[in-house]
């Protein structure tokens, strides 16, 4: 009979809002890890419901200091762009982690930046801006999630880079490293409720189980269970 306050979301854009919904409509506390709310989206919510919440673009606290970082240079140069790698199963592009970042270099810097002559002649090759900073958004194999920020002027550059080489690195930001912990169900007919999908893997590396379907009985499936 315990009430919950505050209320995870690490699932996936296409029903982030529905999501939110469900919670503040349970007088909860959201903290929303998942891409796909919009301003439009985030102002219906405010308007409706009298309860704060947190959306986070990213729980890895090595992300966290790249994009305050940025913010800090920003002032002294405007000229900046981002170059954000994932996996291949991400849903979204460009990342919210990108997004964000380009959001608080503009709300920082104090010219802004220069323009180019340059015509593209190839679809997206000159990237997406948001802010008036160029975003370019690649998805590779062997790549869990990985950012680039740069910073150009007269004669010199200055790049922040962030490679991820474990999802747990996300799971730091959301718990103390000292209070995470396994625990396994035991009893028989105990119910056990996987929340996640293919885009959960940005989060908490457990919620990855819920991103393949339990129904087929091949090696990969079976492997899989717990």
């Known amino acids: 009979n315990t009430t919950s306050v505050v209320v995870l979301d690490l699932t996936q854009p296409s029903v982030v809002y529905t999501h939110t919904q469900m919670i503040l409509e349970a007088n909860c506390h959201p903290v929303i890890g998942t891409s796909g709310l919009s301003t439009t989206d985030i102002a219906q919510l405010q308007k409706k419901y009298p309860l704060g919440g947190l959306i986070v673009p990213n729980f890895s606290l ?6 305050h970082c940025s913010k800090l240079i920003a002032p002294y140069c405007a000229d900046a762009a981002i170059v954000e790698t994932h996996h291949l199963d991400k849903k979204d592009a460009p990342s919210a982690t990108a997004l ?7 709300s920082h810097r104090k010219t802004m930046p220069s323009t180019h002559a340059s015509q593209a002649h190839l679809a997206g090759c000159l990237g997406g801006l948001a802010h008036q900073v160029p975003i370019h958004s690649l998805r590779m194999p062997g790549v869990i999630a990985d950012q680039e920020v740069s910073f150009h002027s007269l004669g010199e550059q200055l790049t922040l880079s962030l490679t991820t080489h474990s999802r747990s690195a996300f799971a730091a930001g959301i718990v103390n490293r000292n209070k995470i912990f396994y625990s396994k169900a035991s009893g028989i007919g105990s119910p056990i409720v996987y929340m996640g999908a293919k885009t959960g893997r940005d989060g908490v590396g457990g919620a990855s189980m819920a991103s393949e379907s339990f129904e087929s009985d091949n090696d990969r499936n079976k492997a899989k269970r717990p």
Do not use: K, P, Q, R
């Open 100 to 106: 964000s970042t380009a959001e608080g270099i503009a």
């Open 62 to 67: 090595f992300t966290v200091l790249m994009m």
